[in-house]
Structure formats: structure tokens, C-alpha cells
């Protein structure tokens, strides 16, 4: 069957410059493997008072359902006040819980920080790497994406050069290795 991996943006703004990033990226992957993308606005805020029978929200159910097929997952992070946005933390809390069904537990993960600014989102990269190594997903940690910049990087076509997609694959390419590897 066909290993899924499964991206997750940590913006919700239309014209999101780490969607860009991951649009750019979802084409370099090898059909060996099926990319899709999780919503995660739609999912209120965790409350374990709500993850009790009959209370849990159908989207917390059907975001865990859908997540729960994955086999490995992608991160694009902005940075928010140099950790990662509340968005995506909540996602990461949601998909955790019941307690010893976390659906993020031993699948690899990739770490993708994209920021306009020079530092690339370096506090919200980490502060999430916290959180995976926590979670038990093992994560890809050479080469480092950190995409900075990047409003400086997009061409007037609204597309990356090819030296930045050239580096975009390079990363895909050692977390497919590592993917591979782990999920085999
Ligand atoms: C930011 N931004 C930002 N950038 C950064 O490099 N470090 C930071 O700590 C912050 N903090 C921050 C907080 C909040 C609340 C906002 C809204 C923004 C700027 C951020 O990099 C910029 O808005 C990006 O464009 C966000 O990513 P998307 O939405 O383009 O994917």
C-alpha cells in the first residue's frame, strides 16, 4: 500500500507565505508516497473537559480519524512571538489525546520554518521539535529547513528560484531517505 505523509501549515492566512512553501514542496515528492494536506482551524481549542464520552467534538474526532492514516507528517511553521502559533499547537495537543492514543506517536516528522524575517522562525522550529521529541516522532535534523526571508526570495512570478527549490529538494529528498527507512 501506499505510504501517506501528511502536511500541516501552521497558518490559516489566505496568502500564507509557508502555504507557498509547502506547495513548492508537495511537488517534489516521489510517487512512491501520497502527500496530503490536514486542516487544523476548524478544531477548537483542547479542554479535556470535552474529550469525555459523548462531548468530544466530531472534529476533533475526524481530524484524529484522518490523521490516524498517516504515515509521517510535515510541519510548516510560521514563527508567532518566536514559538509556534496557537493554531498549530492546538492541532498537535488534539491529535495527542485520549491519553495513550496519540495518533502522532513513532511516525517521522519533518520540521519546515518559514518566516520574513532573518532568524527564519529559528524559536518556533525548536519549540515544536520540543514537542515531537515529547510525542515520540522521530524528526529529521540535518538538513535544517529554515526558510528566511522570504518575501525576499519569491520571484515576481510568486514562485520560488530554482537554487531555493533545488534546496527544497534536498530536504524532501533526506526525509523521504528517512521516511523510508523508518516506516519499511
Ligand atoms: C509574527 N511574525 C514573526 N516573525 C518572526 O520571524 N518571528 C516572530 O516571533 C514573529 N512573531 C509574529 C507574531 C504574530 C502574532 C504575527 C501575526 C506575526 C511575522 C511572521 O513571520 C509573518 O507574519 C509571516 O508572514 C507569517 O507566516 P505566513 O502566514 O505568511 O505563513
Redo the contacts with the bound molecule.
Keep these: 500500500m501506499t505510504k501517506k505523509i501528511g502536511f500541516i ?5 489566505e ?7 509547502a506547495q513548492t514542496f508537495e511537488n517534489l515528492f516521489p510517487e512512491t508516497v501520497e502527500v496530503g494536506y490536514l486542516e487544523i482551524g476548524q478544531l477548537p481549542f483542547y479542554n479535556e473537559d470535552l474529550d469525555t464520552e459523548g462531548n468530544v467534538p466530531q472534529t476533533w474526532t475526524d481530524f484524529r480519524n484522518e490523521a490516524a492514516s498517516y504515515d509521517g507528517f510535515v510541519f ?1 511553521t ?6 509556534v ?1 496557537a493554531v498549530l499547537k492546538n492541532a498537535i495537543d488534539v491529535g495527542s489525546r485520549p491519553y495513550g492514543a496519540s495518533i502522532w506517536d513513532g511516525k517521522p516528522a519533518l520540521v519546515v520554518s ?8 529559528f ?2 522550529n525548536h519549540h515544536l521539535r520540543q514537542s515531537l521529541a515529547f510525542l515520540n516522532m522521530p524528526t529529521l535534523q540535518q538538513p535544517e529547513a529554515y526558510i ?1 526571508n ?2 525576499n526570495l519569491l520571484e515576481e512570478t510568486g514562485e520560488f528560484p530554482e537554487g531555493t527549490v533545488g534546496f527544497f529538494q534536498t530536504i524532501t529528498d533526506a526525509y523521504v531517505a528517512f521516511f523510508n527507512k523508518l516506516t519499511n
Excluded at 501549515?9 to 492566512?13: I, N, T
Aim: proline share 6%; glycine share 18%.
Design positions: 501549515v501552521g497558518s490559516l492566512r496568502g500564507s507565505y509557508n502555504k507557498k512553501v510548516f510560521p514563527e508567532y512571538n518566536r514559538s502559533p518559514t518566516s520574513i524575517g532573518a532568524i527564519a522562525g524559536g518556533a528566511g522570504v518575501s
